[in-house]
């Protein structure tokens, strides 16, 4: 048995397809196949069922390529671990972020980043909070920016700021002759949220407390993936909706002038944080991307004081 063959049946499970995997693996399909078959030779039991379509593995292959992950993460770990000791921050970090933080977040620390730590490179992908927590389970990614907590039990979580929620309204709209806004002026019925795969869209439901029935009579079924789009669909139709800070700070002046309304403290808010597995070795190099982020956002996101945290789901 050795650490390639446990590579390449990890492939395998992550690929389900053995041209895929192979390819992954750089190396030809024959060559995988041939591998694979001797291990499981070697050990007595068949890894995977071949006559499904995708592969999938036994029940007993489950469990092997599960402790082959484990195997391999900590074989990683050894050359992580030397790393770490280095003066010198280096090496590659995959992170998952959620697409309702990564367009305003990003952009407030990559470059700055990079500049001061030319050894790195950032694989970064926008995912929703179920898919970053998967990959990290299965060692696909190193960490992940999401809304915490996250509630899976396996994986570890470090908070990074706050983000405040506001009111975007529609010009006229009626909630605009208020200065500050409380959770009780929020219409259902004019109430414009991204769709249900968004940890920000339960957070949001939480917050109003919204039931189907209280939106049944909406004028449009829509099912909008991203921010920007319910807050021009709220314009177009005379509603509204709820932003968080950062993309708030993208509007223009104008904008930010007369269709925002904060809340009324307690001010309903998310925890963002870092997501990682428990495996995770890279340390040094994610607390100075955790130093670049913090010093990246307002400093009203590092304040604790008169918030109304949501739980992320």
Not at 138 to 150: H, V
Request: aromatic content about 6%.
């Amino acid at each position: 048995m050795t650490l390639q063959q446990l590579e390449y049946i990890a492939a395998i499970d992550a690929h389900r397809n053995f041209v895929s995997a192979a390819a992954d693996c750089c190396v030809t399909q024959a060559t995988l196949s041939m591998m694979v078959k001797k291990l499981e030779e070697e050990i007595g039991v068949k890894i995977f069922d071949r006559s499904k379509i995708p592969v999938v593995p036994t029940a007993i292959g489950s469990k092997i390529i599960e402790q082959a992950k484990a195997v391999l993460y900590e074989s990683a770990r050894i050359g992580g671990m030397v790393r770490e000791e280095s003066k010198e921050i280096s090496g590659e970090l995959r992170i998952g972020i959620i697409p309702t933080l990564a367009p305003y977040l990003l952009p407030r620390f990559i470059v700055s980043f990079l500049k001061k730590n030319q050894g790195v490179k950032l694989k970064i992908s926008e995912l929703t909070t179920q898919v970053i927590l998967d990959k990290l389970t299965r060692q696909q990614l190193d960490a992940g920016i999401a809304a915490i907590p996250a509630g899976h039990k396996f994986i570890k979580e470090q908070s990074l700021f706050f983000e405040e929620f506001v009111l975007y309204a529609s010009a006229k709209h009626p909630v605009l002759k208020k200065n500050e806004v409380q959770v009780k002026d929020i219409d259902p019925q004019s109430l414009w949220l991204i769709n249900e795969e968004h940890c920000f869209h339960h957070q949001l439901v939480n917050l109003c407390k919204l039931k189907e029935r209280e939106r049944k009579n909406h004028p449009l079924d829509f099912s909008a993936a991203g921010i920007e789009t319910v807050r021009k669909l709220a314009d177009i139709n005379g509603g509204m909706t709820i932003l968080p800070a950062l993309a708030a700070e993208e509007l223009p002046r104008g904008k930010k002038e007369n269709n925002l309304r904060s809340f009324k403290p307690p001010v309903p808010s998310r925890e963002i944080g870092f997501l990682t597995s428990p495996f995770f070795v890279k340390e040094k190099l994610l607390n100075a991307l955790k130093n670049e982020i913090v010093n990246s956002v307002p400093p009203s996101c590092t304040n604790y004081e008169k918030r109304n945290v949501l739980a992320a789901h």
